[in-house]
């Protein structure tokens, strides 16, 4: 069972930055960070093949997001810059075991994609 915390979320102005950081017990072969907006369905924003470092990113957040592992820490971690009020949303640290293409726009519960662990969410709100 791999545990997941996530932390860094908070409220800010649009085009500033935010943090958001996931205690992993393990890294498993996919993590990532999807995102949740009220009355959205989630959908998928950074990933990481973390054994081989390959990154993907939802079109939305390209440019602006960066995912990035931390091993001493035992971390990954979300460094949003740029944000914008349609970033607003709760944000979930996930992991898979299963290897494949890492990256999802969907909600992460695909047939063959499927992430099968999760954080309990961090929210970020970003104000106009």
């Known amino acids: 069972q791999v545990q997941l915390q996530e932390s860094g979320g908070g409220s800010v102005q649009a085009g500033g930055s935010l943090r958001l950081s996931c205690v992993t017990s393990e890294y498993t072969y996919c993590m990532g960070w999807f995102r949740q907006a009220p009355g959205k369905e989630r959908e998928g924003v950074a990933f990481m093949n973390t054994a081989v470092g390959t990154k993907s990113y939802t079109d939305s957040v390209q440019g602006r997001f960066t995912v990035s592992q931390d091993r001493d820490k035992r971390t990954l971690d979300l460094q949003m810059n740029g944000l914008k009020p349609e970033d607003t949303a709760m944000y979930y640290c996930?992991?898979?075991?299963?290897?494949?293409?890492?990256?999802?726009?969907?909600?992460?519960?695909?047939?063959?994609?499927?992430?099968?662990?999760w954080g309990q969410g961090t929210q970020v709100t970003v104000s106009s």
């Open positions: 996930a992991a898979r075991r299963l290897g494949g293409y890492c990256f999802t726009s969907g909600p992460g519960t695909e047939y063959g994609k499927e992430y099968n662990y």
